[in-house]
């Protein structure tokens, strides 16, 4: 079993992390799964969440929207803390989901 701190050591991202706290939806082979979006930018985010995932697997994010509608963001696993969540460096975005990502951003930084 790895077990890691995902805070210690170097900063692997070369963008800058927002602060976010948004309950989403995961899917993987394994199922869909609750999880909690702490964290996003361009590159990816982090889904703290107790179910079991690899790194490089593939999986699904969905987020739900304001206006009712959820957005789908796919991904890899960059790396994943047992018990705790993982990492997902997403897929080539399209323009509204780069769109989406900055609104969900800009309403977590007017708190």
């Given at each position: 079993?790895?077990?890691?701190?995902?805070r210690?050591?170097?900063?692997?991202?070369?963008?800058k992390?927002?602060?976010?706290?948004?309950?989403?939806?995961?899917?993987?082979?394994?199922?869909?799964?609750?999880?909690?979006?702490s964290?996003?930018?361009?590159?990816g985010?982090?889904?703290?969440?107790?179910?079991?995932?690899?790194?490089?697997?593939?999986?699904?994010v969905?987020?739900?929207?304001?206006?009712?509608?959820?957005?789908?963001f796919?991904?890899?696993v960059?790396?994943?803390?047992?018990?705790?969540?993982?990492?997902?460096?997403?897929?080539?975005?399209?323009?509204?989901?780069r769109?989406?990502?900055?609104?969900?951003?800009?309403?977590?930084?007017?708190?």
């Open positions: 079993m790895d077990i890691r701190d995902r210690s050591g170097q900063e692997r991202r070369g963008t992390r927002y602060q976010v706290e948004l309950d989403v939806e995961w899917q993987s082979a394994r199922g869909k799964f609750p999880g909690s979006m964290d996003v930018n361009l590159d985010c982090f889904v703290l969440s107790s179910g079991d995932v690899t790194d490089g697997e593939l999986v699904n969905y987020v739900p929207m304001a206006d009712g509608l959820i957005a789908e796919d991904g890899l960059a790396n994943h803390v047992f018990e705790i969540g993982f990492g997902i460096k997403f897929g080539k975005l399209s323009p509204t989901q769109d989406l990502l900055f609104k969900i951003v800009r309403e977590f930084e007017k708190n």
